[in-house]
């Protein structure tokens, strides 16, 4: 077996699963404030790399569209929260996760009617030429995947850590009873979590669009591979997801060189399963207890 | 978290206020308000005076029973006087719809879970059939037995690694295995065909050939037999299970019902059907495509039980209906506007009057009108509304969850039965209470004994080498400051934590260790200091599931029926343990419409439906009032006189001192006192531990509350 051709599906599937880290990243996001995620996250990611691309269309230039489209989904994600959270969250109940579902499918449904059901391509300055390294093809474009990817989790954590918001924002994932006592207003840092994890899909989706192209259906593997990303590694595990992200995308490209492409989104699925059966809070996840 | 309690309790009153004040409100406003005033006015007419019990029971049967002799008989009688083709499939999947429907609502509804299989385990129901009849030239009933035990096997398999899971991660396993098998459908081309499908004739059945006529018929006897069984289970021990482990799981194995093999068995149960219904919906298309069991379809059923009410088989069926119909639905541009300006007005007339009443606009009542609003508007701008079919869905579906989260048959339940006045069904007499808990002889000696018991959490000795005896019929009094290890020791002897090191012997035999469930089957019932009831059961069914030694009737009995003598065994002895606890007229409400302190009786209630041999009670008077905590008082020394063993755990010190014959006292994990209570209140080490200072004066009877 030719090495060089294993190294190769190796090094393209970790490119592809560092987005699916961003978008697990953004799971934990909202899941260490409100101990929910939104099961609608595919078509927010979709929806975004629309409306980028309809910002390019009119005549933006890639650099200031970047913003603008960021902006759209963190304006999704305060919608998903308002809609489908806040009242699942104040009843205690996990209606949320219908509702979220629910709204994601709604999504879906404009998209299909606004831009059409056919997949288009996404223009992009960055050059799709192979660089050759050590015998791998590398494209500067999966290079700026990896940037993009590290620069918004980079910039997330600083503001986590560096500014007031932020510290708000840990305190409440840490004790949302004792931040609330200390006057933090756990309900406004929820909806800042849902508006950074819509802003951090949407950069996922204008990553990721140039190598797939953008339609409706663009996220819904997409999705899947993101949910066991965030599992696998633990909802409240941190960069874990970067590590599990790299292994899981390395891996299902391996397993659709060998099993055929068909199979490509098999081992995300079974080790989804595998690990909530053995490791529910993850591999990096603490374990919490059982109290009454 | 002690101080949490009483605020607790402040809260549930000022609720309770607020409820009555509403319910007051909407009488004098809206005279017409049928629900508000239909119980006030039966309340004051007593019929069982007059022996009107049987007409009460004659009406309910009518109603309830009869509404099911109705429909089933139509069901089963139109065939004969239709002979459109069309409308026969219609029906034909109406009733495959309705078992895969009742199939999900026992994880949905009674579960309480999101589940996103049920269309996978239709689809592998349907590929099992098909490959039964096309490869292995299986006849019709067998094949339709194996697409059962394929849902029953892959459905138990994937309960198991869900087990442990709750929400999110539940839907998560669910939708994952959904994924999985169509990739398997798709991929594996050998056997399924593959995406090109899979063609097969329907085979025959005991040599008839099936026209469609007498294919409807047979998945309507199918439906008829799921909607009976299903209902005799529903409606005992298993469905009481269901429901109370959705509420709290911690419970559910503390009083030894077992939520893993109830949550396995149901989600099992649930999956088969699925695959039952994937057989017959193989027969019927006679064709198969692995794209015909995706998400989209998972949203459709979804939107079917939800719509249609959960926890109820008329739910289904009606949630049923409304698939098989949407399609035509949408297509009918007259039908979709009447349909959808309707769900506007019901939005309106909802959120109004809920403004007229509390003159506040909640979110559950705005959201279904935008939702609503938007359906309306866009009804009129879009030129092919099933272009917009998922749109539409999903509008529908969240006004529904939103704004009724009972579903349609919910509402229209509870409104038909008003209306009518149909009361529940009329209480057997209480048994007497040494039925429902036997007396115990005692010789005083040592029950439970704890050997220099540990239990470290990382660095923090919460409890350090304990060791005591209790005694056979004492109550034994466990006390201490706040972080004491008070909780940690009970936790791990009723089994939630599992000890560092040490010994817990019951009756000189070594107690299970970690595990809630088992530790409960051997004779240990608690209570717990955060209230773990099942709030959506009523207080009689409260006790009732956890009742031991009454239901002996094997699953199979139970399906047909045939326990119903042991329902009013059950139903007698709960009711003497209510009474017990003074709770025998609020036997029908349900727990979490109980005033605070009848939630904390009702739970010691829930532990004696144990008939165990210790009975743990942790902080059974924390945010009781006054009068409260007399009541308590007086059902310990009742209990006692029954002969049970009792550990308590007080802060009250009068509490303490009335009941307790022995006192334990723990400080930082460890032993420091024990003796009769009023030794131990003139112990000095006991003194300094809750003072902090040496004091010639002993302890007060109030001891330093926490908060």
């Not at chain 2, 559950?364 to 998922?390: D, H, S």
């Not at chain 2, 599992?498 to 070594?510: D, F, M, V």
Request: charged fraction near 15%; glycine fraction near 10%; include cysteine.
């Amino acid at each position: 077996m030719d090495t060089s051709i294993i190294l190769q599906m190796v090094v393209s599937g970790a490119f592809m699963g560092l987005v699916y880290a961003l978008i697990a990243y953004g799971f934990q996001l909202t899941f260490a404030t409100s101990k929910s995620i939104n099961f609608g996250q595919g078509e927010l990611v979709m929806l975004s790399a629309f409306f980028s691309l309809t910002l390019l269309n009119l005549g933006l230039p890639y650099w200031l569209m970047v913003p603008g489209g960021l902006l759209f989904g963190a304006a999704l994600g305060l919608v998903v929260e308002r809609a489908g959270v806040r009242l699942a969250l104040e009843q205690k109940s996990e209606g949320w996760i219908l509702l979220t579902i629910i709204l994601g499918l709604l999504g879906f449904s404009a998209a299909e009617n606004i831009w059409g059901r056919d997949d288009r391509p996404f223009p992009t300055p960055i050059s799709a030429d192979a660089l050759h390294v050590f015998g791998i093809n590398i494209t500067p474009l999966e290079i700026s995947v990896a940037i993009g990817v590290f620069l918004v989790m980079g910039a997330v954590e600083l503001f986590k850590r560096k500014t007031l918001m932020g510290k708000a924002f840990e305190a409440v994932s840490a004790d949302r009873d004792a931040a609330e006592l200390m006057g933090i207003s756990a309900t406004r840092t929820i909806m800042l979590s849902y508006g950074l994890s819509g802003m951090v899909a949407a950069m996922a989706g204008i990553l990721i669009s140039p190598i797939t192209t953008v339609g409706p259906t663009m996220a819904s593997a997409l999705i899947l591979k993101a949910f066991a990303v965030a599992v696998v590694a633990g909802l409240d595990s941190g960069f874990g997801v970067v590590l599990i992200g790299i292994f899981l995308g390395a891996l299902e490209s391996l397993t659709s060189f060998y099993l055929g492409s068909g199979w490509r989104e098999a081992p995300g699925l079974v080790l989804l399963i595998l690990a909530l059966a053995v490791r529910p809070n993850g591999v990096f996840g603490k374990s919490t207890m059982r109290k009454v | 978290m002690d101080f949490v309690i009483p605020a607790q309790a402040g809260i549930q009153r000022q609720k309770q206020f607020r409820e009555a004040d509403k319910t007051k409100f909407s009488f004098h406003l809206h005279g017409t308000y049928l629900i508000v005033w239909i119980p006030a006015y039966a309340g004051m007419t007593d019929f069982s005076k007059y022996g009107m019990g049987i007409y009460d029971m004659l009406k309910r049967f009518l109603f309830i029973r009869g509404a099911e002799i109705i429909a089933l008989l139509s069901l089963a009688s139109i065939p004969l006087f239709v002979s459109n083709s069309y409308a026969l499939g219609l029906l034909t999947l109406l009733a495959i719809y309705g078992i895969l429907l009742i199939g999900l609502d026992v994880t949905v509804g009674y579960l309480g879970q999101v589940n996103l299989a049920q269309a996978a385990f239709l689809g592998l129901g349907a590929y099992a059939a098909g490959i039964c009849v096309t490869t292995f030239g299986l006849g019709m009933l067998s094949a339709l037995g194996v697409s059962l035990l394929v849902g029953l096997l892959l459905g138990g398999l994937l309960a198991f690694p869900a087990l442990r899971l709750d929400g999110p991660q539940f839907a998560l396993a669910t939708l994952s295995f959904s994924a999985l098998a169509t990739t398997v459908l798709n991929e594996w081309e050998g056997l399924t065909g593959g995406a090109q499908g899979l063609s097969l004739d329907r085979p025959l059945l005991f040599g008839i050939l099936m026209d469609a006529k007498a294919f409807y018929w047979l998945c309507f006897i199918f439906l008829a037999l799921v909607w009976l069984l299903m209902r005799n289970l529903l409606a005992s021990q298993w469905g009481r299970a269901f429901e109370a482990l959705r509420d709290s799981a911690i419970a559910t194995d503390a009083m030894g019902v077992g939520t893993y093999r109830h949550k396995v068995a149901g989600f099992a149960l649930g999956s088969a059907l699925g695959g039952l219904a994937g057989g017959l919906y193989a027969f019927n298309f006679q064709y198969l495509q692995p794209q015909s069991f995706t998400y989209d379809l998972m949203v459709i059923l979804l939107l079917g039980v939800v719509l249609g009410g959960r926890k109820s088989l008329w739910g289904a069926f009606f949630g049923a209906c409304l698939i098989v119909l949407l399609p035509n639905l949408l297509s009918n541009r007259l039908l979709f506007e009447l349909i959808s300006a309707g769900g506007l007005l019901v939005a309106i007339a909802a959120a109004w009057r809920g403004w007229s009443s509390s003159k506040r606009l909640t979110f559950q009542a705005v959201a279904p009108i935008i939702a609503m609003g938007i359906l309306v508007v866009g009804g009129y701008l879009v030129e092919n509304t099933e272009n917009w079919r998922k749109a539409i869905f999903a509008l529908m579906l969240f006004s529904v969850v939103v704004g009724l989260p009972d579903g349609v048959m919910g509402f229209a339940a509870r409104f038909l039965s008003q209306l009518f006045r149909i009361s529940p069904s009329e209480l057997p007499p209480a048994s007497k209470l040494e039925d429902a808990l036997p007396t115990r002889q005692h010789s005083g000696n040592t029950l439970l004994e704890l050997q220099n018991l540990k239990r470290y959490f990382g660095g923090v000795k919460a409890v350090d080498g304990v060791s005591m005896k209790v005694r056979a019929g004492q109550i034994h009094g466990l006390i201490g400051p706040n972080g004491s290890g008070k909780s940690t020791a009970v936790n791990v002897i009723s089994g939630l934590y599992a000890p560092t090191s040490g010994e817990i012997l019951l009756q000189g035999k070594a107690l299970p260790q970690g595990s809630l469930f088992k530790v409960a089957r051997v004779g240990v019932a608690r209570t717990f200091q955060n209230l773990q009831l099942f709030a959506e059961l009523t207080a009689l069914e409260n006790v009732m599931v956890a009742l031991r030694e009454v239901y002996h009737t094997p699953l199979p009995l139970v399906l047909l029926g045939l326990a119903g003598k042991e329902e009013q065994r059950a139903q007698a002895d709960a009711l003497a343990l209510l009474k017990l606890v003074g709770l025998e007229a609020q036997a029908r409400s349900r727990a979490k419409d109980l005033t605070y302190g009848a939630q904390r009786f009702l739970e010691i209630a829930r532990a004696l439906a144990r008939k165990p041999a210790l009975l743990i009670l942790d902080e059974p008077a924390a945010g009781l009032a006054h009068p409260d905590v007399t009541v308590l008082v007086n059902i310990i020394k009742s209990i006692r006189e029954c002969g049970m063993t009792v550990i308590l755990i007080e802060h009250h010190m009068d509490v303490v001192s009335e009941l307790c014959d022995v006192v334990t006292v723990l400080d930082g994990g460890q032993v420091i006192a024990e003796g009769t209570p009023s030794e131990v209140k003139r112990n000095p080490k006991v003194i300094k531990a809750y003072l902090g200072v040496e004091s010639e004066a002993g302890l007060p009877d109030a001891m330093p509350q926490p908060a």
